[in-house]
């Protein structure tokens, strides 16, 4: 490495996004090869990876846990975090784009863009963060690059800027023409260093065509490239270079490349990619947060007073650790920080550069670092740290509400008290797990986002020494949402008991809030003219208003999709008061829902099952059964890809009965759909 690692410009922080099997934890298997970080390949199908080093991500192939690993190339840094690609693990994607520059999306040529690619290039967009593609698998056979690519600008909506030219085709991809450098990079049978050479004279004509496109298409968004193109009428290496950059850190364009990550094929040329086009923590904006009332930035500079986010809690084998990015200042071994969500501080017992299941013990930590702490006791992920002296609050990531319920018991009655330390661990460790007492059953209820999540966080426990679990049927997270609102709904909250009184008088309107049934959210607003209720007193209304969306007439679910309006009230001089109104706001709702029509909604998922085209009869039947809704089909490489929306209660056990209608070929994925009213009668919890 030829430059200082620890100069934050020579620092990437990114992550590997992608749909299931797309091969996102072979890319970092083969990053970490080709930077001399390991010196074995590591393979998925050999449970042989580094990131994917969890005993359930062995046995069942597929990343379930985020894992940090940090590697060197051509004189930088790169902190690299291999995320999942199953949409019940969508939590853990959110988490870790909430303190990342920079990202890869890796798409597979045979099938381009999938439901979870688009799922997570939406997260990275919500979170702007800058995005290079990787079409990976170009030896499959049915790979097509530019069928890839359309699918990209289609589904995605960027400005693919593709760079690359595939060298063969299928079995016979052997190598890559470099379009901006306009070279030839072609790979041994093995995998190994590329061979760099001329562009082949049998795709001389097709390299100068495609490099045209791409110097158009930069210039069409790039004003400084378009100057030159314009004098010019073509881009030179070093402006076309500094394009790419500014249009990748700006979300303007993406940079797409292509290879083979199992054949070892692409992996140099993408690794230079990640230093020339995306951003180092000196490139993005300084970091925003709070102290009381005012927002504060904090710059990348190592001088400045101390601030990291935790975004991840795990209970390794050496303790807890909590794993931080730093935004700005300086951390070391034996440091005292102060957490301004619990009004905190704690002390560093411990910094380590993390290697997957692996640690590297450090002295301290700069701005731009991603480290795991040890010692630290009350933090949790979305947690703040920072310097005592200098408060700052930042935004926590935000974490999805779960859809799916079991009922969780310990075996034996003398276990309840091992069981109940093992849930609080997991959603200690896993923010989109919520444990809860059911009040009306007094069963422990463990709540996540997918049928596997749940099946996953049980078996951790049993994996880990726990007690022995039974587990009821899943059960949905069921909504209630208002069909036919009310008008001029009067309510009085007198209440006189001795001493100050409560006096609150409400006039409510309940709407739906969108034309269609199923819309979410909840909107509030006042219309009361003439000072007739006080502005505190209508906060506490709408406070009163949220309180009272916890459970629905129906059967105690959640409520969504209204709108109220409070259209008129009245105080008295004395005894009216900001909790007399909340009071007024809640008890009023609820008699407004009473009166109301309201249905019931159910949450439904859009699945996309691809079969052989001789098993399509059988698999549209089971889909109606599950009073799936058919949005579409197409066919591709000889198998059928059918999208359907299905009410997500019915999809438990989808896996096992597709694999009987399919003889095992057919596969299947999932993402949120919201909700849609329910087709059929759902017993109150």
């Keep these: 490495m030829r430059t200082n690692l620890n100069t934050l410009a020579a620092v990437r922080n990114l992550g590997i996004l992608a749909h299931v099997d797309a091969g996102k934890t072979t890319v970092t298997e083969r990053f970490l090869y080709a930077t001399g970080t390991t010196h074995k390949r590591g393979e998925v199908h050999d449970g042989t990876t580094v990131t994917d080093f969890d005993p359930q991500e062995r046995d069942r192939g597929i990343t379930i846990f985020a894992a940090a690993v940090s590697c060197g190339w ?44 688009e799922s997570v290039w939406r997260q990275a967009d919500r979170h702007g963060v800058p995005r290079i593609a990787f079409v990976n698998k170009l030896d499959r056979a049915g790979a097509d690059l530019d069928r890839a690519v359309d699918s990209i600008r289609e589904r995605l909506h960027p400005a693919p800027l593709v760079v690359q030219l595939p060298i063969g085709a299928e079995g016979g991809f052997t190598g890559v023409v470099d379009l901006v450098r306009m070279r030839s990079l072609v790979w041994d049978g093995g995998g190994g260093t590329a061979v760099e050479g001329p562009v082949p004279e049998t795709l001389t004509e097709e390299a100068l065509r495609r490099r045209r496109v791409l110097e158009e298409a930069v210039a069409e968004l790039h004003p400084a490239a378009l100057e030159e193109f314009c004098a010019e009428s073509a881009l030179s290496e070093p402006t076309l270079a500094a394009a790419l950059r500014d249009l990748t850190r700006t979300g303007d364009g993406v940079v797409v490349l292509c290879g083979s990550a199992y054949r070892n094929r692409g992996i140099e040329p993408l690794l230079d990619a990640v230093v020339a086009y995306l951003p180092s923590p000196l490139d993005v ?46 951390i070391g071994k034996g440091d005292t920080v102060w957490d301004p969500g619990t009004g905190r501080t704690e002390r560093v017992a411990r910094i380590l550069r993390v290697m997957a299941d692996r640690h590297v013990q450090l002295d301290r930590a700069v701005a731009g670092d991603i480290v795991a702490l040890a010692g630290l006791k009350s933090a949790r992920a979305g947690s703040t740290l920072c310097d005592p002296g200098a408060p700052l609050l930042l935004e926590a990531p935000v ?48 709540s996540g986002m997918g049928e596997l999540h749940l099946e996953v966080a049980v078996e951790k426990i ?31 909250h007198v209440k006189q008991d001795g001493g100050a009184g409560q006096f609150a008088h409400v006039v409510l309107d309940v709407e739906p809030l969108g034309a269609e049934v199923g819309a979410t959210g909840f909107e509030f607003r006042s219309v009361v003219v003439g000072g007739r209720v006080p502005q505190e007193y209508v906060r506490a209304v709408e406070a009163g208003c949220r309180d009272a969306l916890a459970e629905g007439p129906l059967g ?32 009023g709702l609820r008699e407004a829902l009473r009166v109301c029509a309201v249905a019931l909604l159910e949450p439904v998922a859009e699945v996309t099952v691809t079969v052989p085209e001789d098993a399509v009869g059988g698999v549209l039947g089971d889909l109606a059964a599950r009073r799936g ?14 999208t359907a929306t299905v009410p997500l209660a019915e999809l438990f056990g989808y896996a096992t009965r597709l694999r009987s209608r399919t003889q095992g070929r057919g596969t299947f994925t999932t993402r949120p759909a919201g909700y849609a009213p329910a087709q059929q009668p759902v017993p109150a919890r």
């Design 556 to 587: 105690g679910h959640p409520v969504t999709g209204l709108r109220v309006t409070l259209t008129d009230g009245s105080t008295h001089v004395k005894d009216s008061s900001e909790m007399a109104f909340r009071t007024a706001g809640r008890l």
């Design 285 to 330: 904006p300084a970091v925003r947060g709070v102290h009381g009332d005012a927002e504060q930035r904090r710059p990348a500079d190592p001088e400045a007073p101390f601030a990291a986010l935790a975004f991840k809690v795990n209970a390794a084998g050496i303790g807890r650790l909590t794993c931080v990015r730093v935004y700005s200042g300086t």
């Design 629 to 642: 809704r058919v949005n579409g089909s197409e066919s591709r490489g000889g198998s059928a890809v059918l």
């Design 462 to 492: 049993r994996r880990s020494d726990g007690p022995e679990v039974v587990v009821g049927r899943p059960r949905v997270a069921h909504r209630e949402t208002v069909v036919r609102g009310v008008s001029g709904l009067v309510f009085r």
């Design 74 to 117: 051509d004189g930088h840094r790169i902190n690299l975090i291999d995320t999942p690609g199953h949409v019940d693990f969508a939590d853990e994607v959110e988490r870790s784009l909430r303190v990342l520059d920079g990202a890869i999306a890796v798409f597979d040529a045979v099938a381009g863009v999938e439901p979870q690619s």
């Design 399 to 446: 974490v999805a509400e779960p859809v799916v319920s079991v009922a969780v018991e310990a075996r034996r009655s003398t276990d309840t008290g091992r069981l109940a330390t093992a849930l609080a661990r997991l959603a200690e460790e896993d923010p989109s797990l919520v444990v809860r007492t059911d009040d009306e059953t007094g069963q422990t209820v463990l």
